[in-house]
């Protein structure tokens, strides 16, 4: 089969063509983000291989099908930026990655948590100017202190056991609880108790209608004065803006995200030639307790190799069956 593989790196083709090497499917590499402008680089191609930032609209898809693609492969598990209505009325079967390495985000998001509440960013930036002094890196002791998780999915729980080996204490809102949670002995709460004792606050949730803006002014304003907030699950979660009001307010103590709800234009690109054209981006990279790292919480080793065999076995499953080895169709949304 021959798949058009969208925006692709150098990282990307070499996992890939490890993971193909016993498919011998053909795979053609293409840099630029799918969108409508690009889809027609697809032509030729019975499948298109996508990632977090391509746009699958109804239009794109349509696009596609003209071409006569049958299979959309995503190098994700989220796949809220694909319009499943859409490729189920068009007949275009969608393949996901429902997981790669919950231990690469979770860890990352504990990386977050030590820079932000220790300030090893500002230490690490005056140590190389010379200057030793302590004045403004004082941080907590992360024992005993209160941790929320929102989300008690595979990362969720991750995150929620390393924290626990710290001395925290963990609470954790989800609509379904987990028995695996329970038993490592975290609490499920509601989300305004979860909001209100939570010292340190991690998003571990699916971006849907029903979490969009879900940490919004409203939110913010229930947590503890000077909690922090961390955001490694996809960017339209977070409010923004709002945020942004609540760190000049000193309501939100601290801030780490590896995703923006913009992020689309300005992610997994060398933008250090030129100047953000986003202003409430550049505004958050003002602030001294924000660290913003640029959707890079999947990336590793171990990450990109399961992501690259899953989108294989997607695609060879689909070949032989006509469905792809884990699926995703509009009845998810119901």
């Given at each position: 089969?021959r798949?058009?593989?969208?925006?692709?790196?150098?990282?990307?083709?070499?996992?890939?063509?490890?993971?193909?090497?016993?498919?011998?499917?053909?795979?053609?590499?293409?840099?630029p983000?799918?969108?409508?402008?690009?889809?027609?680089?697809?032509?030729?191609a019975?499948?298109?291989c996508?990632?977090?930032?391509?746009?699958l609209n109804?239009?794109?898809?349509?696009?596609?099908?003209?071409?006569?693609?049958?299979?959309?492969?995503?190098?994700?598990?989220?796949?809220?930026?694909?319009?499943?209505?859409?490729?189920?009325?068009?007949?275009?079967?969608?393949?996901?990655?429902?997981?790669?390495?919950?231990?690469?985000v979770?860890?990352?998001?504990?990386?977050?948590?030590?820079?932000?509440?220790?300030?090893?960013?500002?230490?690490?930036?005056?140590?190389?100017?010379?200057?030793?002094?302590?004045?403004?890196?004082?941080?907590?002791?992360?024992?005993?202190?209160?941790v929320?998780?929102?989300?008690?999915?595979?990362?969720?729980r991750?995150?929620?056991?390393?924290?626990?080996?710290?001395?925290?204490?963990?609470?954790?809102?989800?609509?379904?609880?987990?028995?695996?949670?329970?038993?490592?002995?975290?609490?499920?709460?509601?989300?305004?108790?979860?909001?209100?004792?939570?010292?340190?606050?991690?998003?571990?949730?699916?971006?849907?209608?029903?979490?969009?803006?879900?940490?919004d002014?409203?939110?913010?304003?229930?947590?503890?004065?000077?909690a922090?907030?961390?955001?490694?699950?996809?960017?339209?979660?977070?409010?923004?803006?709002?945020?942004?009001?609540?760190?000049?307010?000193?309501?939100?103590?601290?801030?780490?995200?590896?995703?923006?709800?913009?992020?689309?234009d300005?992610?997994f690109?060398?933008?250090?030639?030129?100047?953000?054209?986003?202003?409430?981006?550049?505004?958050?990279?003002?602030?001294?307790?924000?660290?913003?790292?640029?959707?890079?919480?999947?990336?590793t080793?171990?990450?990109?190799?399961a992501?690259a065999?899953?989108?294989?076995a997607n695609?060879?499953?689909?070949?032989?069956?006509?469905?792809?080895?884990h699926?995703v169709?509009?009845?998810?949304?119901?």
């Amino acid at each position: 089969m021959r798949i058009a593989v969208y925006s692709t790196r150098a990282y990307d083709r070499r996992f890939l063509e490890e993971a193909n090497a016993s498919s011998h499917h053909e795979l053609v590499f293409l840099e630029p983000r799918l969108d409508g402008s690009t889809a027609a680089a697809a032509v030729g191609a019975q499948a298109v291989c996508a990632f977090v930032n391509d746009q699958l609209n109804s239009k794109v898809l349509s696009g596609l099908h003209a071409l006569d693609v049958r299979l959309v492969v995503l190098r994700s598990a989220g796949f809220n930026h694909v319009d499943l209505q859409a490729a189920a009325d068009l007949g275009l079967a969608v393949g996901r990655v429902p997981e790669y390495s919950p231990h690469a985000v979770a860890e990352h998001t504990v990386a977050l948590v030590l820079t932000l509440n220790r300030k090893i960013h500002r230490a690490w930036a005056r140590v190389r100017e010379g200057n030793f002094a302590l004045e403004g890196l004082l941080g907590f002791d992360l024992h005993g202190r209160t941790v929320g998780v929102l989300g008690t999915g595979k990362i969720g729980r991750c995150f929620a056991r390393i924290m626990l080996g710290f001395g925290c204490r963990v609470l954790a809102c989800d609509p379904k609880p987990h028995s695996e949670a329970l038993a490592m002995g975290v609490q499920y709460v509601d989300l305004p108790e979860l909001l209100a004792e939570s010292d340190i606050l991690s998003l571990h949730c699916p971006l849907t209608p029903q979490t969009h803006h879900l940490i919004d002014a409203a939110a913010l304003a229930q947590m503890k004065p000077g909690a922090m907030v961390l955001n490694t699950s996809r960017g339209a979660v977070v409010d923004t803006p709002a945020v942004i009001v609540a760190l000049k307010s000193g309501q939100l103590g601290s801030l780490g995200l590896d995703v923006y709800e913009e992020e689309a234009d300005l992610f997994f690109r060398d933008l250090s030639g030129t100047a953000i054209a986003d202003d409430v981006f550049a505004r958050l990279l003002t602030f001294p307790n924000v660290v913003v790292t640029g959707h890079q919480a999947f990336f590793t080793e171990d990450a990109l190799r399961a992501i690259a065999e899953k989108t294989l076995a997607n695609i060879d499953s689909f070949v032989a069956t006509g469905v792809p080895l884990h699926a995703v169709s509009v009845e998810r949304l119901a």
